[in-house]
């Protein structure tokens, strides 16, 4: 059925206040495939808590409002929905313990018409919870499949940032182990669509898929090793889309397009099967 828009610019999501320890960034880290190399000190930066930083995408997991689609009343049909893009800016480098506080809104409505959904914009800005400075911000778009129809605007407010139409300046593989799931889903995601079979070949999945935040830190861990020289402080904005789901286990290959210093295109595939997974990708850092 159509969305309500006064319903949903309404909604009144709960604040919520986490303190995180190294153990939550080691977890993290390690669901995204830092350590797989044991030796390289670069990674082990992420997972030894001796020396630890924090990964960037981290961010996304930090107060996060839990399924909200479907645990408050926005009248989303939410066994519908998709997460469509993601993006993530940060404000300063996250530490690698600490005690924050998200707020979210809804920002913006796209009605692609009946028939065809809708796109909810929701955003997250998460602070120090001692000095209100804030990390980031995290701009989730949301397809609801079937909630289209309500007459709102139908321009989507954010345009992909395109792809060079020539050779990639260079790519790097990273690859991802069978229990690459089981390990991210301890950050806080526990949808069985990622960790039961049966779920998953009901939903049309020959087993269980990686988590597309998962594929987002991934791209983020690849960006980082062939740009920031692992240096995180560095990374500043990280932002794409959604295009085919990625089975643990399999590499991803990020082609990426310098454009300016301190910026570049890029995009995650598989090359196994030809399959682009994440698209439309832009990264900013610090050149």
Not at 44 to 53: A, D, P
Request: charged letters at 25%.
């Amino acid at each position: 059925m159509p969305l309500d828009p006064e319903k949903l610019f309404a909604l009144r999501f709960p604040e919520i206040r986490q303190t995180y320890t190294w153990r939550d960034s080691v977890i993290y880290a390690l669901g995204l495939g830092f350590g797989l190399d044991p030796v390289d000190e670069r990674q082990l930066g992420f997972v030894v808590e001796t020396k630890l930083k924090a990964v960037p995408t981290m961010a996304n997991i930090l107060a996060y409002p839990g399924f909200w689609m479907r645990d408050l009343d926005t009248g989303i049909d939410w066994v519908k929905v998709v997460h469509g893009e993601h993006a993530m800016r940060l404000h300063r480098p996250l530490q690698p313990e600490g005690e924050i506080v998200g707020r979210t809104r809804i920002v913006d409505l796209v009605d692609k018409g009946e028939g065809k959904g809708a796109l909810v914009y929701a955003e997250r800005v998460i602070a120090d919870a001692a000095t209100g400075e804030k990390l980031a911000t995290l701009l989730q778009t949301v397809f609801c499949r079937s909630d289209g129809g309500f007459g709102g605007k139908s321009e989507a407010p954010h345009v992909p940032h395109a792809i060079p139409e020539r050779v990639p300046d260079l790519s790097v593989d990273m690859p991802t182990h069978s229990q690459m799931a089981l390990i991210y889903r301890l950050s806080g995601d526990f949808n069985p669509l990622h960790a039961d079979p049966v779920i998953a070949r009901a939903a049309g999945y020959e087993r269980p898929i990686l988590h597309g935040l998962a594929t987002y830190g991934v791209a983020c861990h690849g960006l980082m090793k062939a740009l920031c020289e692992y240096e995180p402080e560095r990374v500043q904005t990280l932002q794409g889309r959604f295009s085919a789901p990625v089975f643990p286990g399999e590499t991803i290959t990020i082609d990426i397009w310098r454009e300016v210093p301190g910026r570049a295109a890029f995009r995650a595939r598989i090359a196994s099967r030809e399959a682009v997974v994440f698209n439309n990708g832009l990264f900013e850092y610090a050149a």
